[in-house]
């Protein structure tokens, strides 16, 4: 177990509807990483938070938001829902913002569009 | 923009046999690192290269970092059916360390 938490685990949504997911990072870690992971397809990063400022993006359009909150933990939100954005969604948390600091990832939420 | 390749998409061998992936940049890395994904799992952290012609073992497992910090390999010794998952090598490009690129990944099944 890597100590990072998400919730929920498991949603349904419909077209145009929005979702918030949760991400606990590990105790000691002030770095959130998010990505997208659709089925047979590798992790695509989303965005990085550092001491609750956004701190890299990639190429998601900016319906997709998040959070980092004074205790670390994280949010994404999800605008405008379609049916692309069915994914399982991963956080990742990591001591640091450097490229050799490890990433820890958590069990992921899948979210399903209908 | 950067990408990630990753060859065989799919590796089917009998418990006992070795086991090879490999992952390919389109540009320089600052580093690699490979995770393990099992069935319905997430991602999970193996190893990090950094240094150009870097080698590292873990028991069965033989990582390598290209010369020129473009390519790696992974090298399972004589799988097990614990091996099975899918292998991702992902790379920060040189001069962005906030975007970690992932290849496709290789899914390894193994026949007892």
């Known amino acids: 177990e890597t100590g990072v938490t998400q919730s929920p685990t498991h949603l349904i949504k419909t077209r145009g509807q929005q979702v918030t997911l949760r991400c606990s990072s590990q105790s000691g870690h002030n770095t959130v990483s998010w990505y997208q992971q659709a089925l047979g397809q590798g992790p695509q990063f989303i965005f990085q938070y550092y001491r609750e400022e956004e701190n890299g993006r990639g190429n998601f359009p900016p319906r997709f938001s998040g959070l980092q909150f004074p205790n670390y933990s994280s949010e994404l939100n999800v605008n405008a829902l379609e049916l692309d954005d069915s994914a399982l969604y991963l956080c990742?948390?990591?001591?640091?913002?450097?490229?050799?600091?490890?990433?820890?990832f958590g069990p992921g939420t899948r979210l399903t569009v209908l | 923009g950067q990408q990630v390749m990753q060859i065989p998409q799919y590796q089917h061998v009998q418990e006992g046999e070795d086991f090879t992936t490999y992952c390919n940049s389109s540009t320089t890395l600052s580093n690699i690192q490979w995770y393990k994904q099992r069935p319905g799992g997430h991602p999970v952290f193996l190893i990090q290269?950094?240094?150009s012609g870097e080698v590292k073992k873990q028991k069965r497992l033989t990582f390598q970092f290209g010369e020129a910090k473009k390519n790696s390999s992974l090298h399972i010794t004589a799988t097990q059916t614990t091996d099975v998952g899918t292998y991702f090598c992902?790379?920060?490009?040189?001069?962005?360390?906030?975007?970690?690129?992932w290849g496709l990944g290789t899914s390894l099944a193994v026949n007892p």
């Open positions: 290269l950094v240094k």
């Open positions: 992902a790379g920060y490009e040189k001069g962005n360390n906030r975007k970690l690129i």
């Open positions: 990742a948390s990591s001591p640091g913002q450097g490229a050799s600091d490890t990433q820890y």
